[in-house]
C-alpha cells in the first residue's frame, strides 16, 4: 500500500493476556518506530529498527514490552501479561533511507480490561 | 535528555482569526525541528521541519514556523484559521537529521468557532 498500515486498529483483550500489534511500513522504507500514545498525551518512543536490528530500544517500558522486525520490512510489536496500564494508541512509523520525515500509520488502539 | 514544552493544552480561535502555537526545546545544540498534525482518526501527518538555514520555514497548508535560537522556540503559526484546521498538533525534536527518534510534546488541542 502507498502509507504505512498497522493491523488490528482495535484490540480489546483482558488482563494479563498477551497481544500482537503488527506494522507494515511503506515499501521500501529502512527505518521503522514504534509510539506508543496515552489520551491526552503526545506519542512516547519505544523502540527504533534500522533494517532487521533494533537501533534504539530505550524507550520500551519494561520487558513484557518486546519487538521484532526479521526480515527488515513487517514489524510486530508484543506485549505479554497485558496490564490495564498498556492501553494506548499504539503508533508505527517509517522512513527512508537518508530522509527525516516520519510517516505515521494510523495506529492500533489497545484497550485492556 | 533533550524535551519539548507545548505550554498551551487548549487553544480556541474564530475562523479567519490569525495562531500561534508555542514551542520549546531543551537541547544543547540546535535540534532538528518537526511539527506535525493529528486529526481524529488519522495519522500524525507532517506539516513542516526544520534543519538548517533559513529560520523561517513554510510547510503544507499554510502554516509557517520560526525557528528562534536565542528563545529556544519554534512556534507555529497561520495567518488566517480555516475550521478544517481543528486538530491536536505536535512539536517534535530529534538530535539527528535520519538517525534518531522524534521526542514530542505533549500537543495543543486547536477549537476552531464559525
Redesign the interface.
Known sequence: GAGVSQTPSNKVTEKGKYVELRCDPISGHTALYWYRQSLGQGPEFLIYFQGTGAADDSGLPNDRFFAVRPEGSVSTLKIQRTERGDSAVYLCASRAAGEGELFFGEGSRLTVL | AQS?T?PDIHITVSEGASLELRCNYSYGATP?L?W?VQSP??????LL?Y?SGDTLVQGIKGFEAEFKRSQSSFNLRKPSVHWSDAAEY?C?V?LS???????????TRLQVFP
Open positions: 519539548v507545548q532538528y518537526f506535525y482518526g488519522q495519522g500524525l501527518q507532517l521541519k534543519f505536535f517534535a530529534a537529521y535520519n538517525t534518531d527518534k522524534l521526542i514530542f510534546g505533549t500537543g
